[in-house]
């Protein structure tokens, strides 16, 4: 969540059908290796799909399932198994889906419950895993709980969520990452109290000490798990246990504001209550948006004998870069210490984009025209050769970059528009804020996917949502479908290179060269195999310095052009050079 640096889930036939789908998918390990508690999900490549802006089946402009059917081939061939759907439920769309209205129905831009079933036959044909959205920190105001609860405070629904009484003052303060005025309590004069927001005011936060609220969210998974889907993926989960006795944070607790609503007392054992109801019964991927503020909180989230979920997903390492760059350096660091401290339980995610942030080659590359694809390639590289699942956000298989939007007229995130109302209000720099909104709004990841030098990207027939970035007309699939050293072709081969060698997946990781500022290199070791990755982070020629220098090994992959070269690990690496070895 700290991510938001602009100031901020079977039925019977399911498990059978889904075991030969384990079956076809997953790494297949040579007889005689050992490999300690392997899981699915642990040998999975996650791609993250943003239906709002992947595929439009119906010309409305809004990605669509239709859309998403209409290429399942595509997803298929870049070798994922397993792919995350941001939310498609019913939703008035404030926050594009986060905020729902009716957790056991389709979105109407996105299509039908008979669309949805069509999408998960069509994945589970080709092999491929659902995992879902789960938005339970917050509803949308506009959910049947939330009017019932907000008609009376003698509602049976009133305890759904959380009220304030304003006939005793003020409540005490609260930060809302989305609210024009940052206050997460909003007057409410129906029943003259105030209900809690963490996100916006259109997404009262649900009252997770209340079991009825509880069990209707546990038969609502139940409800998906049912259905054949394989995993949730938790959003903003780590902030719904409160502290219901309210009391006073320091002045300036909102700068550190994870600290006060991150994995408060209560969150366990709603997880455990959680896992004994539902996840017990089914075979299904978890992970929790956010990992809390200590190793130790990630830890008792995910360790296996909690019994709670199945891996964190931490946001350290995507929060290095800002918009004045970052320090590989740091960046080494957060990574191997992350590794090292789940070296021997619990499992991590390993991802640098997603919907909340910036273009991956905008962000930890350079999209300049000379670095894009290699930088990008080299970034695809380091995602796919690193301890823990990979989550591969749309798009940047094609090392697609920000759209360098330069008028809020542009934006259509809440979360970026509502501050940019709130930075007007306090008079800010409004120059400065344009800036950086150019490099940090959500919208930059959210412009449509670039299928082809159509118009419009070949996303839609009709007016896209939010613009098409403009460098749809070289940077798109088509194009790079034809290139054999495409960013998109290189993404395929590095997917195969995972699949094919679970060194990649579960082989001990040891850091090379650590205080070389330019380099990021490391070693995977599994039962015998071994594998050199070197990656050049810098827009310069840059040694390299290891214990391999020289020595003979087998060049598995090349970012560069033509890169096959010699098989004899080098001891410098072009700008944006990825170099993966297997030592003899
Ligand atoms: C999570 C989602 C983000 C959403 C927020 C509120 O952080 O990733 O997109 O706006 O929660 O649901």
Redesign the pocket.
Known sequence: ?SSFSISRFRALFGVFFCSIVTAQSFAQTNPGDSIKDRKWWKEAVVYQIYPRSFKDDNGDGVGDLKGIISKLDYIKSLGVNVVWLNPIYSSPND?NG?DVSDYRNIMSDFGTMADFDELLKGMHQRGIKLVMDL?V??SSDEHEWFKQSRSSRTSPYRDYYHWWNAENGKPPYRYSLFDVNHDAWRYDSLTNAYYLHY?SRK?PDLDWENPKLRQEVFNMMKFWADKGIDGFRM??FQYVAKDTTWPMFPKGFEKNFNQYYGMVTGLHGYLQEMHKEVLAKYDLMTVA?GAGNTYEDAHNMVDSARRELDMAYAFDGIDVAKQDGYSLLKFKRIFTRWDSVFADQGWLSIFLA???NARLVSRFGNDSREFREVSSKMLSTFLMTMRGTPYYYNGDELGMTNPGFTKIEDYRDK?TLNEYQHMLNIHADMTAYLKEIAFSS?DNARTPFQWDDSQNAGFTTGIPWIKVNPNYKTINAAEEEKDPNSCLNYFRRLTKLRRDNLVFVYGKYTLLDKDNPNIYAYTRELNGKKMLVMLNFSSKTAAVNTLYNSVGANRLLDNYVGGAGSNKVEVSLRPYEAVIYQLR
């Open positions: 969540m926050d986060y938005v920190n917050h996100f997404q959003d903003a948006e997603n919907h909340d979360a959500r």
